[in-house]
């Protein structure tokens, strides 16, 4: 089953929603645009839905206020840090803005992904040849 893209009105929405910092990059995961603080994602888009990275004590918050929404881009998959926004919260610019700056202080907190130095030749290739 191939993903549909996001609609438009949502990647607006999305574009507005993203807090501006020095630790906060944009780039696109799977194809829809996401927002990353310290190289780990914490807000993003994946078809209709738009996602939020939560800690545990407030995923369970989120969970008591809007019920269990727990984001799984394929069936059986889920990615148990990560919430769907509901309706309620994609139309109030306020409470989202609340929610979000509780996903980029808990994604802050994470160790900074490390960058990559070397990259891995490709099987087969030799270092340093030249095709």
């Given at each position: 089953m191939?993903?549909t893209?996001s ?5 607006d ?11 906060i990059s944009?780039?696109?995961m799977?194809?829809?645009?996401a927002?990353?603080a ?8 994946h078809?209709?839905?738009f ?9 369970a ?16 998959r ?5 919430v769907?926004?509901p309706?309620?919260?994609l ?8 929610w979000?700056?509780r996903s ?9 992904k ?6 891995k ?11």
């Open positions: 191939a993903w893209k609609p438009q009105s949502l990647i929405l999305f574009d507005k929603s993203v807090p501006s910092g020095e630790s944009r780039r696109k799977f194809g829809y645009p927002a990353f310290n190289g780990n994602l914490f807000i993003g888009l078809q209709d839905d996602i939020l990275r939560l800690s545990e004590q407030d995923r918050r989120f969970t008591a206020e809007f019920g269990e929404r727990t984001f799984e881009p394929m069936k059986g889920p990615m148990r840090e990560y769907r926004l309706e309620e919260l139309a109030d610019a306020r409470k989202r803005a609340s979000i700056a980029l202080r808990y994604a802050e907190t994470i160790v900074p490390a960058k990559s130095s070397t990259r030749p490709l099987p087969g290739s030799v270092k340093g040849s030249r095709a």
